[in-house]
């Protein structure tokens, strides 16, 4: 398959043009998305209308930019100015943004050219992709199974050639996960390095916005992209874009990598332990140095995200409350049962799950007990990294516990779902970086992923070791089944 | 009204005033009053999925001289979300801050003399409007609301009282001092009728010495007048209510202006849960210190010091009503320029506070740099000093004096009050023409002039009424009285 940074280049030199590329994964979403669900709306006229602008300034001589005609699916929880944005929701029903995100301008401003929006678990809430109101999104390498979540659409898109690249929103790895399930390259970048303004919120203090690709280049290109300060957003880091791409080359060569202990053990599927071990002996292998690191109160994220998570979302998804956009019940008698009908028809059954979860977490007399002890949880994390990042450069790790699973397999137990996040979580909580790149895949034949983190803003050097993994990855042999 | 005897009222006042921003506290939007409804918008104060907030410089910069004028402390702090539903509020949630305010344990002298502590005076956002509409205007006959969110995101500090307060005078005091150095700082413009600030009172009542009472938070004190009317009932309400054997509940009230009464509106079964916690989509706020104090520093001249300067300039106690309202009304500083340009200064305040039109909206910083009141007319500094100094020599008696200073504001600039004094034809009378005049009606009234010779002072003021009426009313009427009692100590046995 082309890839985006070799479309970018055919269309800016000529030898392509971003129509025909265009045309050519209109094609192949025609054919498949019927089956895979992987958008929830695709937005033809209007990417027509942008590749022959890029096609016209390229015809003009002018750089169309880095991503020229390249086209970039959405999830569906991004806002586009004028083109509905539903977080997979009946509640944002009708709705359509009258702007657009920041990283929604930095992509036209770089020649990329918007396909389409991609399903979502409803408000970024899931695992799966199963928890859309609109359906959910099946694994391109096994349509039985699920593509992982929450930007599942945004994976399967990329897995299935329907866009080379795409950009997804990651809480508690619903960027890593779905990535690691569908094959591709997924990103996380450190908190505040992508401008949020535009991406609706789950929970503001962990959402980050980052790239899938079909390689670890073109993810670092389109990061490049969409990364730098905004003053749009508070939180944005005072910062420039980092220089990604062209450190890729730099190799591994004494790099100081970290097999997280928490992170290898109960709980991992076999299968993936055993590609994350060869992972590890692969960089071995390319030069770096490999050692056992234990970061010890990692196994206290996924209940503290549990907490802070919710928490925030009880507050930021208040405003869906029928009075100014979306969804609103009719014959409701007074504004109170017209707050209720319009919650109770909008939400699914997880985001009610959550919202009543968070609003419970924060209530007087239980704030300190839950809030309150997840913040502590929060920053003793953050200083378990520190600790591990004095010894290591990276810490590698499985990015989830196990393969795709089939559809409807853990929608009656949340909380093996939830586990599905118990190696991405950390990053998070620590607002620290983390890629998954494949790994060859496991004895059923799904792709594996494996997990780099690095500290905050150590993008550069984590895409060298994930380009190191993703370089070896070429070389594997299918995995023993033991 | 006084309460009962054995009864003492407490109150705590929570004032919230509108910033005099250009933007709102976390975008860009006009902070406008009296625009078309829903002009003065965009997805941020509109709370619209993925919008963010950024925090407003120039609010914070406000907030701080506020904070710096109430002598508080300006700490580090953070934004908190207070959570609860109503359709004004567009994300259903008020961004606010709690647990750490940027302005903490300051105070407020009163005229007085008495102090009033503040708790804090922390920053937060409005909420839109709403309006009931197909009813009589109240939400349960109506048939539909309507929502103005042109105030939705306008900057607010609540400044938060003490329970120092201990009758209705003085939470007015307290209101109208605060207001002025709102005013005066630029913070804000104090306006209660446009509701740029709003008083809410928490009244309860107790014996002398207990503790606190049970209270009741009043509501829709649109004025002045109505916080006292409104403090005074609600006090003497709980102090009846206790005294009939019934408790007090502690709820919210709202003051009926019309009805003269406050009435029952929300009742607190337990306290409100807002779960309260940081904002996670703002960054913590540390002003650096040399921020704060430039601004400090850069502070004007304070309601209670410049009544300190005018008190000490006239000879009197800074609680002096004619001291208190020249503060009020932005007059000092054109008395003490009056002063230092050789003014008696209690004729130039007298004149100053009673004299001039009364029709003349006073602001602050009434004086301009060239040194005249910049009304609508103008007169000079140095103009009203010789005024003032020609009344102080006696040759031009008060009435006169007031007179000429009539004529100085309709002529305006630097017109010469001796010069319109004699124009009309307010020349001092010579003291040997007076005394003549005096000779001339004793004379005509001989029965009188021995009444009052056998000291019958009453007749006094007929003398001097004809020594007018012969003069024109050029005479002054002290003068008189002088020659007359002269005059009858030289008589008399």
Not at chain 1, 207 to 215: E, H, K, L, R, T
Not at chain 2, 20 to 46: Q, R
Not at chain 2, 286 to 297: C, F, G, I, N, Q
Not at chain 2, 311 to 326: M, S
């Amino acid at each position: 398959m082309t890839t985006a940074v070799e479309l970018a280049a055919a269309v800016r030199t000529g030898t392509a043009t971003a129509r025909q590329v265009l045309e050519e994964h209109l094609g192949r979403i025609a054919v498949r998305d019927g089956e895979l669900h992987a958008f929830n709306e695709v937005t033809g006229d209007a990417a027509r209308v942008a590749a022959d602008a890029v096609d016209a300034r390229a015809g003009r001589g002018e750089d169309p930019g880095p991503l020229a005609g390249v086209p970039v699916a959405l999830k569906d929880n991004l806002c586009t100015r004028g083109v509905p944005t539903t977080c997979s929701s009946k509640i944002l029903a009708g709705w359509k943004p009258p702007y657009d995100a920041t990283v929604v301008q930095r992509l036209a401003a770089a020649g990329a050219v918007v396909i389409g929006k991609t399903n979502l678990d409803e408000f970024a809430m899931g695992s799966s992709t199963e928890n859309s109101a609109f359906g959910p999104t099946r694994n391109p390498h096994d349509p039985s199974r699920v593509p992982g979540g929450s930007s599942g659409g945004s994976a399967a898109a990329v897995a299935a050639g329907f866009a080379p690249l795409a950009l997804g929103s990651d809480t508690g790895g619903s960027i890593r996960q779905p990535a690691a399930l569908c094959g591709v390259v997924g990103v996380k970048p450190t908190y505040g390095l992508v401008s949020r303004y535009g991406l609706i919120a789950f929970a503001s203090s962990l959402d980050q916005i980052g790239p899938f690709a079909a390689s670890v280049e073109d993810a670092a290109v389109l990061l490049e992209v969409i990364a730098g300060h905004d003053p749009l957003d508070s939180t944005s880091l005072d910062r420039p874009a980092p220089e990604l791409a062209s450190q890729l080359g730099r190799g591994v060569a004494g790099l100081k990598v970290g097999l997280v202990t928490e992170l290898t053990g109960e709980g991992i599927e076999p299968e993936v332990a055993e590609r994350t071990r060869q992972a590890a002996a692969a960089l071995e292998a390319a030069g770096a140095v490999v050692r056992e690191v234990s970061v010890p109160s990692l196994t206290y994220g996924l209940s503290a995200y549990y907490l802070i998570a919710p928490a925030e979302a009880s507050s930021n998804l208040a405003r869906y409350d029928g009075v100014r956009y979306g969804l609103r019940a009719t014959g409701a008698e007074d504004i109170t049962q017209m707050y209720g009908a319009t919650r109770a028809a909008g939400f699914g059954p997880e985001v009610k799950r959550r919202i009543m979860l968070g609003t419970y977490a924060l209530s007087a007399g239980y704030y300190d007990a839950y809030y309150g002890k997840a913040q502590k949880v929060r920053t003793l994390i953050v200083r378990d990294f520190a600790a591990a990042y004095a010894e290591v450069d990276v810490l590698l790790s499985p990015t989830t516990p196990s393969v795709a699973f089939p559809l409807g397999a853990k929608t009656a137990d949340p909380l093996s779902m939830y586990l599905n996040d118990v190696c991405t979580i950390p990053s998070n909580l620590a607002g620290h970086p983390a890629i998954s790149v494949p790994f060859g895949t496991g004895a059923s034949g799904l792709p594996v992923g494996v997990q780099l983190m690095a500290p905050a803003l150590g993008e550069a050097t984590m895409f060298r070791a994930a380009a190191a993994v993703e370089a070896a990855a070429r070389h594997l042999t299918p995995v023993e089944v033991t | 009204m006084a309460l009962p005897e054995g009864w003492e009222m407490v109150c705590g006042l929570e004032v919230h005033c509108e910033l005099n921003t250009a933007t709102k506290l976390f975008c860009s939007c006009p902070n406008d009053f009296g625009s078309e409804p829903n002009t003065n918008v965009c997805p941020v104060c509109l709370g619209l999925p993925g919008s963010l907030p950024v925090l407003n410089g120039q609010a914070v910069e406000l907030a701080i001289r506020i904070g710096t004028a109430l002598g508080c402390e300006v700490k580090p702090s953070i934004f908190a979300r207070k959570n609860y539903f109503y359709p004004d509020m567009p994300k259903d949630y008020q961004v606010s801050q709690y647990d750490k305010p940027i302005n903490v344990d300051g105070f407020l002298d009163l005229p007085d003399g008495s102090q009033v502590g503040i708790e804090r005076a922390h920053m937060e956002e409005d909420t839109g409007k709403s309006s009931h509409a197909g009813g009589t205007g109240r939400i349960s006959s109506s048939t539909h609301s309507l929502v103005d969110y042109n105030r939705a995101g306008v900057p607010l500090v609540e400044i938060v009282s003490r329970p120092d307060i201990f009758s209705a005078d003085q939470a007015r005091a307290y209101a109208a001092e605060l207001r002025s150095i709102l005013v005066a700082t630029g913070a804000s413009d104090g306006k209660m009728e446009e509701g740029s600030m709003r008083v809410d009172a928490n009244v309860s009542v107790r014996h002398p010495g207990d503790p606190l009472g049970t209270r009741c938070e009043i509501k829709n004190l649109n004025s002045l007048r109505s916080l006292v009317r409104g403090i005074e009932y609600e006090a003497a309400r709980q102090v009846e209510l206790i005294e009939s054997g019934k408790k007090v509940r502690q709820e919210t009230r709202h003051w009926d202006e019309g009805a003269g009464r406050t009435r029952t509106g929300r009742v607190k079964e337990e306290a409100d849960d807002y779960r309260y916690f940081p904002e996670p989509d703002l960054v913590p706020l540390a002003p650096d210190a040399a921020w704060v104090e430039a601004v400090r520093s850069a502070l004007p001249v304070l309601p209670a010091a410049r009544r300190r300067a005018l008190a000490a300039a006239a000879g009197l106690e800074p609680a002096t009503e004619l001291v208190v309202t020249a503060v009020e009304r932005g007059l000092d500083a054109f008395v003490l320029e009056a002063v230092a340009a050789g003014a008696e200064a209690r004729t130039a305040l007298n004149r100053a506070v009673n004299d001039l039109p009364v029709n003349v909206s006073w602001g602050s910083a009434q004086l301009t740099a060239t040194g005249s009141l910049s009304a609508d007319g103008a007169v000079q500094v140095t103009s009203f000093a010789a005024l003032i100094g020609l009344e102080v020599s006696g040759a031009l008696t008060a009435t006169q004096a007031k007179k000429v200073l009539e004529a100085l504001f309709e002529r305006g600039g630097d017109a010469d009050p001796a010069a319109l004094a004699a124009e009309l034809g307010f020349e001092a009378m010579a003291a040997d023409t007076l005394a003549t005049s005096v000779d001339d009606v004793v004379a005509a009234h001989p029965g009188d002039w021995a009444s009052y010779v056998g000291g019958n002072d009453k007749v006094a003021g007929m003398f001097v009424g004809k020594v007018m009426k012969a003069t024109k009313g050029k005479a002054d009427g002290k003068a008189v009285t002088a020659l007359l009692q002269q005059r009858r100590a030289a008589e008399a046995p």
